[in-house]
């Protein structure tokens, strides 16, 4: 079964605008974090924010946050003032109680100018 | 400069021959990874290792080998028995058991001539 979903292969924002990529889970475990990778086209994986299971608030890092429902298992992506930088394959993973992580298959944003 | 290399950047096969990716880091973390990525998808894993001299399938082990001997060393051997072997090949690494984030690699392409 999928672990990680994100439903959305492509997505546009203008820049300067917010852009929400979506992220739901699926898990049994009382334990887990949540992680967004950022993937430019020269391959490398960028960590971008992290959220544990049991973290209240949700987690921010600059321009990024991450919007947690615990109760609807989703864990979206929330990047304010959409730069042309942020273009680029960005990834969901989430870390469960074995110590594996599983990726989704991703989201491409372009940003238009 | 700390940080994790793998190389080469750009590998070709040819048929039935086996090759080997390198993967070194000089961040004194205890767990290495391999993921394999194909076009348009998310990262699958391949092997990973907690500790020295031992390491684990992940989902796609069939036809790769990994060994682990030094803490700063993952190489992978791609074998001949990997029929598909050309992707994009990221090694990552993740200090302690709690839940750090994990840290990549710039990745190796392998394609079959």
């Known amino acids: 079964a999928q672990k990680i979903t994100q439903t959305q292969p492509g997505m546009f924002v203008q820049e300067k605008e917010a852009v929400t990529l979506d992220c739901t889970y699926d898990?049994?475990?009382?334990?887990?974090?949540l992680f967004w990778y950022k993937q430019p086209s020269s391959g490398e994986m960028i960590f971008l924010i992290y959220q544990g299971s049991y973290d209240e608030q949700n987690a921010t890092e600059g321009r990024y946050s991450l919007n947690f429902q615990k109760a609807r298992k989703s864990a979206n992506l929330v990047i304010s003032a959409s730069q042309l930088g942020d273009s680029a394959m960005y990834f969901c993973?989430?870390?469960?109680?074995?110590?594996?992580?599983?990726f989704g298959a991703g989201t491409r944003l372009t940003v238009k100018p | 400069d700390g940080g994790i290399t793998q190389s080469p950047k750009y590998l070709f096969r040819k048929e039935g021959q086996n090759v080997t990716l390198s993967c070194e880091q000089n961040l004194n973390h205890d767990a290495m990874y391999w993921y394999r990525q194909d076009p348009g998808q998310g990262l699958r894993l391949i092997y990973y290792s907690q500790i020295v001299n031992d390491f684990q399938k992940g989902d796609i082990a069939e036809g790769y080998s990994v060994s682990r001997e030094k803490k700063e060393s993952f190489p992978l051997t791609v074998t001949s028995a990997q029929k598909n072997p050309t992707a994009f090949y990221l090694c990552a690494t993740k200090a302690g058991w709690g839940n750090q984030p994990q840290h990549f690699g710039d990745g190796t392409r392998l394609s079959i001539l």
């Open positions: 898990t049994s475990d009382q334990s887990y974090g």
């Open positions: 993973a989430m870390r469960e109680s074995n110590n594996d992580m599983r």
